[in-house]
């Protein structure tokens, strides 16, 4: 079935590094990905999204291409900051042929110290 | 807009006690979940919906009720709690399923 895998965490980081953090999906076809954010005692937030092959998503600095040729969705910013502390999750919405349902990678959670 | 507004944000229930966490949206979003998200792990879903009356078991809908009588609300109904279900609950909603909007949470301990 449709599956997310992400790198596992938790990642720290000095303020003003560069920041990768790995997401590989399964699924058939070309799903939408997507990646959220949960900063500490809040709900999930919608980062940043894609729809379709190459594509590039991109919010607050941060950045996430499609690629198809690797089933690949690694979100990247170049110049982390405190306030980007928090858990990132990366998910998939498989290609709707009838209604179907987000699926959730486990979340990478990310410290960035000063 | 509210956006997804759940309550109560934190509960402490006995083991065998009922009791039934609110959820209500305000953008006239036709999808409607609920997951629960334990420490270290992922989200799981419990339920959803597709539409006022019609809703579908998740992932993890042992020990979980809900129903949907309007758009706008989407109760979960514990019943008999246990301490598995000590959890953080979240509620969300979706338009065709284009990225969701989450409310901010519900922790429950089952003591």
């Known amino acids: 079935g449709d599956s997310v895998t992400q790198m596992e965490g938790p990642v720290t980081l000095s303020e003003e590094a560069f920041l990768t953090i790995n997401c590989t999906y399964t699924?058939?076809?070309?799903?939408?990905l997507f990646w959220y954010v949960q900063y500490p005692g809040e709900g999930l937030q919608l980062l940043l999204k894609?729809?379709?092959?190459?594509d590039k998503g991109s919010n607050k600095g941060f950045e996430a291409t499609y690629r198809k040729e690797t089933t690949s969705f690694h979100l990247e910013k170049g110049s982390v900051q405190v306030s980007d502390s928090a858990v990132y999750f990366c998910?998939?919405?498989?290609?709707?042929?009838?209604?179907?349902?987000?699926?959730f990678g486990p979340g990478t959670s990310l410290s960035v110290i000063p | 807009n509210a956006g997804v507004t759940q309550t109560p944000k934190f509960r402490i229930l006995k083991i065998g006690q009922s009791m039934t966490l609110q959820c209500t949206q305000d953008?006239?979003?036709?999808?409607m979940y609920w997951y629960r998200q334990d420490p270290g792990m992922g989200l799981k879903l419990i339920y959803y919906?597709?539409?006022?009356?019609?809703?579908d078991k998740g992932e993890v809908p042992n020990g979980y009720n809900v129903s949907r009588s309007t758009t706008e609300d989407f109760p979960l109904r514990l019943e008999l709690a246990a301490p598995s279900q000590t959890s953080v609950y979240f509620c969300?909603?979706?338009?065709?399923?284009?990225?969701?909007?989450f409310g901010s949470g519900t922790r429950l301990t089952v003591v």
């Open positions: 969300a909603s979706s338009l065709d399923t284009d990225g969701y909007t």
């Open positions: 953008m006239n979003h036709n999808y």
């Open positions: 699924a058939t076809g070309y799903p939408s």
């Open positions: 894609a729809t379709k092959a190459d």
């Open positions: 919906s597709v539409g006022a009356g019609i809703t």
């Open positions: 998910a998939l919405l498989p290609m709707k042929t009838s209604y179907d349902k987000v699926i």
